[in-house]
């Protein structure tokens, strides 16, 4: 019996001391509670944000916050806290911190400011890594620097580059864009073609708004293809005139019509061509594939010179418009017109992904043999590659497990 009690306590001492080593979270749900407890037991903070129905969340809790190394060594250098994004939407932190994915993780010091955030599953020696990275990066104190630098007029190339694109977007995502408009309105026409500010105006390409920032890509985007990868910059003005407008045309046509009334107003280089490619790409939405394939075709070859890209792009609507889809049987002249973008896209900019069009192209066209052939030179060219989710829409099926 006396050994029985002995090994007994001997468990429970050893349940207990894991307890204890892992991290304790705290059930405060005054944000002020916890700030005020961070700076009596003069410890940093730091926050899980995590969902229910998160696996990696799941996982972390499981695999690295239950480790008796991460628990010692996060209970005594901080105030450790989880919070639901779903659940506890309201708590105060998240009216000062925006996670877009999860898990994250937030290090703050006392007084609440940013040091680092994180996110997804890290095993424990990568995650106290990160531990030790975040406590060394002190963000939100770079914040009020760079802020103050800024309130007090500086606007050197480098600096408004790190403070919009690296800095404010940690704290203030939605700031960035009037922040970027205000340092174009302060700069002079010479500036304004300057190769900086393209690659600045080229980051804004997921919106289409009547502002400096559009004006200026479009106003500028002659100089920006001769000082910049052409192809970069074609890429970024058929984004905004383009493929916004048409993503308004297959889900909100009040969307799509306040796109044109916008554009319509602005004056731009290859206007009228712009507004050719989107009557074509409206047809091949519309499976109106005959006609906008012999557009297509047309349009290419006519500003082949100029534009290269554009071979590329259609081919690209002619995917996600569904035309690959065995439930379509296109006729002789639609699959020579297919072959014959996906050649031209492949010659004039070879890639793995204007490679993997060539190969659609052929098997679509049932030539099996020349897919299988173009598929096995794909290692020997370089990225982009096609991605993932373009597969089922050419019939394609891509294992993520396998790679396959």
Known sequence: MTRILSLCFILLAAVSTRLQAQIHFSTADDWETVLETARQEQKNIFIDVYTSWCGPCKRMAREVFSDPAVGKYMNDRFVCIQLDAEKQAGHPFFRLFKPNAYPTYYWLDAD????????GYMPGETFLQAVHEAV??????????????????ERDTAFVEKYLFEVLPQFHPDSVRPFLNQYLAGLTPEQLRSPSTGRMVMRFTRNLEDDLILRTLLGQSSSYREQLTQEEVDKAIYLVLVRI????????????????????????????????????????FSAQYGEGLQQAVELCQAHEQEHPSFYSELYYTLIISKFFQPDYNPGTEELSATLHLAKKAFHLSPSQNTLSYLAAAYARAGNYRKAYQALAYLPFYKAPTLSNAVYPLLGIVFDREKGE
């Open 245 to 284: 407008p048409m993503m308004h045309f297959n889900t909100d046509k009040n969307l799509y019509a306040a796109d044109l009334q916008l554009l319509n107003r602005l004056d731009y280089p290859d206007k009228e061509l712009y507004n050719k490619i989107r009557e074509i790409e409206q047809k091949l």
């Open 136 to 153: 060394e990066n002190q963000k939100g104190k770079r914040l009020k620097e760079f802020t103050a630098r800024w309130k007090g007029g």
């Open 112 to 119: 609440g400011l940013l040091l680092d955030s994180r996110s």
